[in-house]
């Protein structure tokens, strides 16, 4: 087990690109989160997966962001026409079911120049 | 007014001080995380408790869901506790399990 691991570590993009991350839970992990995070406050929610469903969607995640499970393993969250606003770490977490202790990944720091 | 409030904001402490870390809540739960997060981003799940108190080497989290308030404590503090201590509450409102919302997270520095 190697824990929850996200890639890419860091992300530098212009305005306006689309920008695709990847999170890989740790395996026998059904449930998967996806949080953003900006400095100096603490991760704010943006979706979450059961397999490969997805549950529920903050009204944070605009129509310029997916998410997908596809076949309930790995994540991947994709950002379009990205703005300068959506700079933040972006934090993948699983667990196994609700009300068990979550796993984070290192997140991807995006910034949008 | 936040849904998960922690105090204090920052925190600074010399060695060997026992530091306690508070947190409170107005929305229903159904568990509540302590999180450790360290600079570069990592985070760490220290506890996760729905009632009565929890004990991990020298940390001590308890919760009191009448009055919706939850403590950290560190014992015996190390400059190595160096973090930021983040609090969170799974909620039972609109049905969601999954929605986690999280304190803004108190910065600790322990001096040595």
């Known amino acids: 087990d190697t824990g929850v691991s996200q890639d890419p570590r860091h992300k530098i993009t212009k305005r306006g690109q689309n920008v695709t991350f990847r999170c890989d839970p740790i395996?026998?992990?059904?449930?998967l989160y996806w949080y953003r995070q900006t400095l100096g406050q603490g991760p704010e929610f943006l979706t979450y997966?059961?397999?490969?469903?997805?549950?529920?969607k903050s009204r944070l995640l605009s129509d310029r962001f997916s998410a997908e499970r596809p076949k309930g393993s790995f994540s991947t969250l994709e950002i379009q026409r990205t703005e300068q606003g959506d700079s933040a770490m972006y934090l993948c977490?699983?667990?196994?079911?609700?009300?068990?202790?979550?796993?984070f990944g290192n997140g991807t720091r995006l910034t949008v120049t | 007014k936040n849904e998960v409030e922690q105090s204090p904001q920052n925190l600074t402490a010399q060695e060997g001080e026992f530091i306690t870390i508070n947190c409170s809540y107005s929305v229903g739960i159904s568990a509540l995380h302590w999180l450790q997060q360290h600079p570069g981003g990592g985070i760490v799940s220290l506890f996760m408790l729905s009632s009565g108190k929890k004990k991990h080497g020298r940390l001590i989290a308890t919760i009191n869901i009448q009055e919706k308030h939850s403590s950290l404590h560190i014992t015996a503090s190390h400059p190595r506790d160096s973090a930021v201590y983040i609090c969170?509450?799974?909620?039972?409102?609109?049905?969601?399990?999954?929605?986690?919302?999280f304190g803004k997270g108190t910065k600790l520095s322990v001096k040595p």
């Open positions: 997966f059961q397999n490969e469903a997805q549950l529920e």
């Open positions: 977490a699983s667990s196994l079911v609700n009300a068990s202790p979550l796993h």
């Open positions: 969170a509450v799974e909620t039972q409102i609109r049905g969601s399990q999954g929605n986690l919302i």
């Open positions: 395996s026998e992990h059904n449930r």
